[in-house]
């Protein structure tokens, strides 16, 4: 069984900083790539950041030169560092991976989602 779990989100001032982490635990073989998606109310789910394996994180344009992705392979965990946080930032924040697990079995997973509000 695998799981994602995220963590970090909550209430911040227009201007400050979060960082979300993600991390991926359970009977994993390897990770091809995770990536950050967000879902505002009344909006769908859109990509924040893609992480693949061995090659550079891409953005949404959104987000670009604000937010961060960092990948930690050893803990199977990605990070979301959020600064000049914006109220249009608000959502409920996704992680997701591709990863394989123990068996050969390759698949799709998603966290249970951390809501991120943004204050004016």
């Known amino acids: 069984q695998v799981q994602l779990v995220e963590s970090g989100g909550g209430l911040v001032q227009a201007g400050g900083s979060l960082r979300l982490s993600c991390a991926a635990s359970g009977s994993i073989f390897s990770i091809n790539s995770m990536g950050w998606y967000r879902q505002a109310p009344g909006k769908q789910r859109e990509l924040v950041a893609h992480i693949p394996s061995g090659l550079s994180t891409k953005y949404a344009d959104s987000v670009k030169g604000r937010f961060t992705s960092s990948r930690d392979n050893a803990k199977n965990t990605v990070y979301l560092q959020m600064n000049s946080l914006r109220p249009e930032d608000t959502a409920v924040y996704y992680c997701?991976?591709?990863?394989?697990?123990?068996?050969?079995?390759?698949?799709?997973?998603w966290g249970q989602g951390t809501q991120v509000t943004v204050s004016s």
């Open positions: 997701n991976a591709d990863l394989t697990a123990l068996g050969g079995r390759r698949a799709d997973y």
